[in-house]
């Protein structure tokens, strides 16, 4: 899967975030481990949406916050990230 320049300027600058946080402290730990954990994160969203508008994965019809007519774009599913938990079934 190749990622847009959106989603690479992201991740990259998520990863500068997580750099900073290089002491040896709780704080700086947990700060860094949270930083990588968004951009995980992101990329697991993005891999999960990039999936289901290829049909290669179902996006239950239950449970989760998305409208089953809708088409799915970059913008909306970030929007939707941010709304609340989505849910997979990994139907091939």
Same mark, same amino acid.
């Given at each position: 899967? /190749? %990622?847009s320049p959106e989603m690479t300027e992201f991740c990259d600058a998520? =990863? %500068?975030? *997580? #750099?900073? +946080? !290089?002491g040896t402290a709780l704080h700086d730990y947990y700060n860094r481990a949270f930083t990588l954990f968004t /951009?995980? !994160?992101?990329?697991?969203a #993005?891999? /999960?949406f990039t999936l289901a508008r290829e049909r290669k994965i179902r996006l239950r019809q239950e @449970? +989760?916050?998305?409208?089953?007519?809708?088409? $799915?774009?970059t913008k909306a599913? =970030? *929007? %939707? %990230? /941010?709304? @609340? *938990? $989505?849910f997979c079934d990994c139907t091939l």
């Open positions: 899967m /190749t %990622l998520w =990863i %500068l975030k *997580a #750099e900073l +946080h !290089n /951009t995980y !994160n992101r990329l697991y #993005e891999a /999960t @449970g +989760h916050c998305f409208d089953q007519s809708r088409t $799915f774009s599913d =970030i *929007a %939707l %990230l /941010t709304e @609340g *938990a $989505f």
